[in-house]
């Protein structure tokens, strides 16, 4: 196997330049380079990267985690380093088993997978969207988040379209490229369903890809929790989030198809608060759904291993002021709006996963969480902020 000479991350106030020489001459971005279906794509990849980063710049969406050129880094790089399980021909890594067209449409695929949560503009969502998730029926947040996937190939087109620094129409159409923007539109769903299933090739492999290195985006460099808690402003589903990326230390690789991940708790909190953890241990886990489409590419996982199976003893310092959020001051809290930020199959949530997920995560030994705390997520009576308190005091007050 080629030696891989490990970089450090770009800083987080990341320039343009840095993010595109790091991208470029990452292990996946020479790769992609030396793809000859593509003439245009050095200048395109470039355009790319700075358009992402225009996008970002104008983003007034600041309460989300990081979706920008850093974000994007990591997934490079934790790509590029992604190592196979060992055969008995040795160890290879991930970008050793890609080709130069495989490799082009993964990087383009991860360029632009989450590109949707850096626009607001509803019309780019597909002429068939339902009317149910026009702009203007949730709040704008909400609205980005869950309509981000669909927005893309309309987004992508549209931005490129309105550039009059190179005209990218061919390249645009070119298969690759229609098939590297599916790519990037199934990290939402899981294998066996329509969007990932039916990709041709070995596309469900690289869509598996960019799912599993997103998914493992989890960790505390991901956001800067001191920023949000003295500063920013969002629903409390962001918060939710922002906290749990701080749960997760260290950067979390793919070596010899194994993943190994090492948690901290937030202080002032006690064995209550366990399962935040045991949701966080199936979080990771799911990403053995990915073995099958993965082994297509000679790249399947063997494991997930955890520094403990119980809550950790390291305290995380940036959660030092958890606290001070408003609407989490109480322990019970932080637990509620941690866990709501979970997807249902992370919480084996009964009333929401069917059973032939159930089937498919059979030995994957994932851990139940209370009943009782997935029934508060729902929004019964839960108590979750001594405003709430104060409001419930006076109604009982008065009955």
Same mark, same amino acid.
């Given at each position: 196997?080629?030696?891989?000479?490990?970089?450090?991350?770009?800083?987080?106030?990341?320039?343009?330049?840095?993010?595109?020489?790091?991208?470029?001459?990452?292990?996946?971005?020479? $790769?992609?380079?030396?793809?000859?279906?593509?003439?245009?794509?050095?200048?395109?990849?470039?355009?790319?990267?700075?358009?992402?980063?225009?996008?970002?710049?104008?983003?007034?969406?600041?309460?989300?985690?990081?979706?920008?050129?850093?974000?994007?880094?990591?997934?490079?790089?934790? &790509?590029?380093?992604?190592?196979?399980?060992?055969?008995?021909?040795?160890?290879?890594?991930?970008?050793? &088993?890609?080709?130069?067209?495989? !490799?082009?449409?993964?990087?383009?695929?991860?360029?632009?997978?989450?590109?949707?949560?850096?626009?607001?503009?509803?019309?780019?969502?597909?002429?068939?969207? /339902?009317?149910?998730?026009?702009?203007?029926?949730?709040? &704008?947040?909400?609205?980005?988040? =869950?309509?981000?996937?669909?927005?893309?190939?309309?987004?992508?087109?549209?931005?490129?379209?309105?550039?009059?620094?190179?005209?990218?129409?061919?390249?645009? $159409?070119?298969?690759?490229?229609?098939?590297?923007?599916?790519?990037? =539109?199934?990290?939402?769903?899981?294998?066996?369903?329509?969007?990932?299933?039916?990709?041709?090739?070995?596309?469900?492999?690289?869509?598996?890809?960019?799912? &599993?290195?997103?998914?493992?985006?989890?960790?505390?460099?991901?956001?800067?929790?001191?920023?949000?808690?003295?500063?920013?402003?969002?629903?409390?589903?962001?918060?939710?989030?922002?906290?749990?990326?701080?749960?997760?230390?260290?950067?979390?690789?793919?070596?010899?198809?194994?993943?190994?991940? !090492?948690?901290?708790?937030? /202080?002032?909190?006690?064995?209550?608060?366990? /399962?935040?953890?045991?949701?966080?241990?199936?979080?990771?886990?799911?990403?053995?759904?990915?073995? $099958?489409?993965?082994?297509?590419?000679?790249?399947?996982?063997?494991?997930?291993?955890?520094?403990?199976?119980?809550?950790?003893?390291?305290?995380?310092?940036?959660?030092?002021?958890?606290?001070?959020?408003?609407?989490?001051?109480?322990?019970?809290?932080?637990?509620?709006?941690?866990?709501?930020?979970?997807?249902?199959?992370?919480?084996?949530?009964?009333? $929401?996963?069917?059973?032939?997920?159930?089937?498919?995560?059979?030995?994957?030994?994932?851990?139940?969480?209370? !009943?009782?705390?997935?029934?508060?997520? =729902?929004?019964?009576?839960?108590?979750? !902020?001594?405003?709430? =308190?104060?409001?419930?005091?006076?109604?009982?007050?008065?009955?």
């Amino acid at each position: 196997m080629t030696s891989v000479l490990t970089r450090p991350l770009p800083d987080p106030d990341i320039t343009l330049r840095d993010a595109a020489d790091f991208i470029l001459d990452s292990r996946l971005g020479r $790769k992609a380079l030396c793809c000859t279906e593509l003439p245009k794509l050095p200048l395109f990849l470039r355009d790319l990267i700075g358009t992402i980063y225009r996008l970002t710049a104008s983003c007034h969406l600041p309460e989300f985690t990081d979706h920008g050129l850093r974000h994007l880094c990591s997934i490079v790089d934790r &790509v590029s380093q992604w190592t196979c399980a060992k055969t008995p021909h040795g160890t290879k890594a991930l970008c050793e &088993v890609l080709d130069d067209n495989q !490799s082009a449409m993964l990087l383009i695929a991860i360029l632009i997978h989450d590109i949707g949560m850096l626009s607001q503009r509803p019309e780019d969502l597909p002429s068939d969207r /339902p009317q149910l998730f026009a702009k203007g029926q949730m709040d &704008v947040s909400t609205w980005v988040r =869950q309509t981000h996937v669909s927005r893309i190939p309309r987004l992508v087109n549209r931005l490129f379209m309105e550039s009059q620094t190179y005209q990218y129409t061919d390249l645009l $159409k070119h298969q690759l490229v229609q098939r590297a923007t599916t790519i990037a =539109q199934a990290h939402e769903k899981w294998p066996w369903e329509a969007g990932f299933a039916d990709l041709p090739g070995k596309d469900p492999g690289l869509a598996a890809v960019i799912a &599993v290195a997103d998914l493992l985006d989890e960790d505390a460099s991901r956001c800067d929790a001191t920023t949000l808690i003295d500063h920013r402003q969002g629903n409390m589903l962001n918060y939710g989030h922002w906290i749990r990326h701080c749960l997760t230390t260290g950067r979390i690789l793919v070596h010899e198809g194994t993943i190994t991940i !090492s948690f901290a708790r937030p /202080p002032f909190t006690d064995g209550q608060i366990s /399962p935040v953890y045991a949701a966080l241990r199936n979080h990771y886990r799911l990403v053995k759904l990915y073995t $099958k489409p993965l082994s297509k590419l000679g790249a399947g996982l063997l494991d997930v291993v955890f520094s403990t199976d119980s809550i950790p003893a390291e305290v995380c310092v940036e959660l030092s002021n958890w606290r001070h959020i408003s609407g989490i001051q109480t322990q019970q809290a932080l637990i509620y709006h941690v866990l709501n930020s979970f997807f249902s199959e992370a919480l084996l949530d009964t009333r $929401k996963v069917t059973t032939d997920f159930m089937n498919r995560i059979k030995g994957f030994r994932l851990e139940s969480i209370d !009943s009782q705390l997935l029934s508060n997520i =729902q929004g019964t009576f839960e108590v979750r !902020s001594p405003y709430e =308190q104060t409001y419930n005091a006076l109604i009982s007050a008065s009955e």
